[in-house]
């Protein structure tokens, strides 16, 4: 039997605790060149897509804006239709909340997008619709968290409709939407976008099983990812569709080196440099909900506990749900490996590369996770603007062609092509 | 003295409504790249300052304009980008960010071309509120682009510091929140976007009863329509006239006049392309007919400058690029343009001083 296909897909490294800005190699997440040199990398590397995430109000640590992670992000649609000019054959992944916009804009939009691209576009529908961002905008924070996959879901069903009108009539009436009148662009060359999905509760999982094309998961180790596959594809036979018709691809970090000891010495760089001492504090404080600048980073962690009600920072997804128990865990942690420091602990807890060695070695561990559906892939994280996956592209790359699991050119021009999927109809 | 402006216009084949019978291609060209790269080259060749993009939601629009524009940025150097887009149904935050990102990705080159959206056709497409009267239309114009040029501002050009030492990537005094709180909208800032290349893109605003205030306030470019030259130097010196109540410098104002163009070498020819495209009533001047023809609209200097809008694509532009372009530059009417300059350079205006900066 043929073996399963990796599929690889790249995450522009912006406005993320990831991405080191403090490294002389460092580039500007904004200026375009930045763009051009990535996705034609990407492009080199045969990867499905580019990929950015979206954030519509600038994040606040404890009621000021948050100055010590990369700050500042271009508009998704404008930036992908520029690089559709400097790329042939990359996806072009974007972003966009389901919130804050509305059905015809926003399908106009992707549209424009897939005809300018020839059949590249991607949408990654996120949902977040707090109140908080919502500020930036004119409805508001209306939504209530409750309804936010239904006005998804009610989102897709509209934009749907007018991507596969093809000149017919629309006349489109649910709680969220009213729209009259006839959808003046046709069917796209993917038929419309493919979709992306990454949210993580249980709605957020409904609606990718029932949705999605692809879903961008943080799931990354084997055993989670493993549990999350599962799960996932589990949940898409209801909705009557089959495993094969959803990528699943976490987001994964790397470190690479000459030998497995370099790699090592690599990510242990890298993760020193994406935590640095006031990064420590600040994880911190989002965790125990209080001001905990007068710790000193090189020392212990704080006595006191967490006030499990606090919300120190806005504009952030937040995955420690019960701060205690995290505070708790972390406790035990530091004692266990003789006494770490605040910014230690962090480094260990927060930042931890996927896969750490030589490019064979990385090759073979992503072919393993692969095969033991884990994923069907990855969404590379590299830690650098721009040239964080240069190394990836010219030394993991071949490994993974001659471990047979990776392709040696595109097999056809558009993104659904290169994920393996029908057009819709 | 001033040479005058040139900017070109493209929609679909051109403005004519049976334009589509002489392009020699289908429809469906209109949604390729090709065709938009084609024509940004042709006018990029006629030397114009700018290619408008006009767009709406009506259903004969096509493409989103600013997703043209930004394709269309990264292979066709020179020349300026004005994509319209509307402010009656989209978020001026999203906008704000679109056209600060065309900036980036054209080095400079953005402008914007602010409309309302005034059919019952579109409202219904949204289905959030009516069409409104024009009046309220262009007051929530006006909001949208005080919005808009205030998220310009919300960065300071050197927020960002990568600081080592004390960890901090940006200088956090010199991110600004707007704090909009409207008539129509309010809007917390700061932008998502840094501040672009040339601060604030050129912002374009098309000339009508209820525009006025709106134009005479936030305009650079204001476009007029006018059936000669007598009435378009009267639009300019009203335009002039409000934009010194509204204490700018009309000298900061340039006024450009629609000309609908069908042109060919040969005279006769232009004629019978018009004759066979069948009437169709003019919006504004209209030329058809030889390239002397046209380089006679610029030479009165009735206005500052005019918009072409082909009545047919590509023919007129072919011509506007290989034989008009070159009469104006010897006539003195245009100087051969500075390929490094931003599309504010064009049209002699400075980067703007930012309204937070030292505050
Ligand atoms: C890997 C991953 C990446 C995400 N990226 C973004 C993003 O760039 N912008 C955003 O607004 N939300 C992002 N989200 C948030 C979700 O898509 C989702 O809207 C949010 O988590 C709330 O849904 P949930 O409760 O189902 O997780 C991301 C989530 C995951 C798991």
């Known amino acids: ?425 | 003295m001033r040479t005058a402006h040139l900017a070109v216009e493209v929609s679909g084949f051109g403005r004519h409504p049976e334009a589509w019978r002489v392009a020699g291609v289908p429809r469906q060209a209109l949604l390729t790249p090709a065709h938009h790269i084609g024509t940004a080259q042709l006018a990029a060749q006629a030397g114009a300052d700018f290619l408008a993009l006009p767009d709406s939601f009506d259903p004969d629009s096509l493409l989103d304009a600013v997703a043209i524009a930004a394709r269309v940025a990264p292979v066709v150097p020179g020349i300026g980008l004005v994509p319209m887009a509307t402010t009656t149904h989209t978020e001026p935050f999203h906008l704000s960010k679109a056209i600060a990102t065309l900036d980036l990705v054209s080095s400079g080159r953005a402008g914007w071309e602010a409309a309302v959206s005034r059919t019952p056709e579109e409202a219904a497409q949204f289905g959030r509120k009516p069409a409104a009267p024009a009046a309220d239309l262009w007051r929530e114009a006006a909001e949208a682009i005080e919005v808009v040029v205030a998220l310009w501002d919300s960065w300071e050009d050197d927020a960002v510091i990568r600081d080592v030492p004390t960890g901090r990537y940006v200088d956090r005094d010199k991110l600004h929140y707007i704090d909009h709180v409207g008539e129509f909208f309010s809007v917390k800032g700061p932008s998502m976007t840094p501040r672009s290349p040339q601060a604030h893109p050129l912002v374009v605003v098309r000339e009508e009863p209820e525009s006025l205030a709106v134009a005479a306030r936030w305009a650079d470019v204001v476009r007029i329509a006018a059936p000669d030259l007598g009435a378009a130097h009267a639009a300019r010196e009203r335009i002039r006239a409000a934009v010194a109540d509204a204490g700018r410098d009309p000298d900061d104002v340039a006024v450009l006049l629609d000309v609908e163009v069908l042109l060919d070498a040969d005279e006769t020819a232009a004629r019978r392309a018009y004759d066979d495209l069948g009437e169709h009533p003019a919006q504004t001047l209209r030329v058809v007919g030889g390239p002397d023809e046209f380089v006679a609209v610029l030479g009165e200097r009735a206005v500052d400058g005019v918009t072409a809008v082909p009545l047919a694509l590509p023919g007129g532009l072919r011509v506007l690029a290989d034989e008009v372009a070159p009469r104006l530059l010897a006539a003195g009417l245009r100087v051969p343009a500075d390929p490094t300059a931003t599309l504010r350079g064009r049209f002699g205006l400075s980067r703007p001083a930012n309204r937070f900066s030292g505050v």
């Open chain 1, 1 to 425: 039997m043929a073996k399963k296909q990796i599929h690889l897909a790249a995450h522009f490294p912006g406005v993320n605790n990831t991405t080191v800005w403090s490294d002389p190699e460092s580039g500007s997440q904004t200026d375009f060149a930045s763009f051009v040199a990535f996705a034609q990398n990407a492009e080199r590397g045969l990867f499905d897509f580019l990929f950015l995430a979206e954030g519509l109000r600038l994040r606040e640590h404890q009621g000021r804006i948050h100055d010590l992670d990369v700050v500042g992000r271009p508009d998704t649609f404008t930036v992908l239709n520029a690089i559709a000019a400097v790329t042939t054959h990359l996806g072009l992944g974007g972003t966009i909340n389901t919130t804050f916009n509305e059905p015809w804009e926003l399908a106009k939009q992707f549209a424009s997008l897939d005809h300018l691209s020839g059949g590249r576009a991607a949408w990654n529908l996120v949902t977040s619709s707090d109140a908080f961002t919502g500020e930036n905008f004119r409805r508001g924070g209306f939504l209530r968290p409750e309804q936010r996959y239904d006005r998804a879901q009610q989102m897709l069903d509209a934009a749907r409709e007018l991507w596969l009108s093809d000149g017919a009539p629309i006349d489109h009436h649910s709680d969220q939407f009213d729209m009259v009148g006839r959808f003046p662009i046709p069917p796209t060359p993917q038929g419309h976008p493919v979709l992306i999905q990454s949210g993580d509760s249980d709605a957020g999982r409904e609606f990718g099983a029932k949705t999605a094309d692809a879903i961008f998961s943080r799931h990354g180790s084997l055993e989670s990812g493993q549990e999350f596959f599962a799960d996932l594809k589990g949940r898409m036979g209801k909705y009557g569709r089959r495993p094969e018709e959803i990528t699943i691809l976490p987001a994964t970090t790397f470190a690479l080196g000459d030998t497995e000891a370099e790699a090592q010495e690599n990510g242990h760089r890298i993760r020193e440099a994406q935590v640095s001492p006031q990064t420590a504090i600040a994880f911190l404080e989002q965790v125990w909900g209080r001001d905990l600048s007068a710790h000193d980073p090189d020392g212990p962690l704080p006595d006191v506990d967490p006030d499990p009600g606090a919300e120190i920072t806005r504009g952030r997804v937040r995955h420690e749900k019960d701060p205690v128990a995290v505070a708790n865990r972390w406790r035990e942690l530091a004692e266990a490996k003789g006494g770490l420091s605040i910014r230690e602990l962090i480094i260990e807890t927060t930042a931890r590369q996927s896969f750490v060695g030589t490019p064979r070695q990385v090759a073979q561990q992503m072919d393993a996770y692969v095969q033991a559906d884990a994923s069907d892939g990855f969404i590379l994280v590299p830690h650098l603007t721009p040239g964080g996956l240069d190394e990836f592209v010219e030394k993991v790359v071949p490994e993974l062609q001659d471990l047979g699991s990776y392709r040696t050119e595109y097999t056809g021009p558009t993104l659904r092509d290169h994920l393996g999927l029908q057009k819709p109809s």
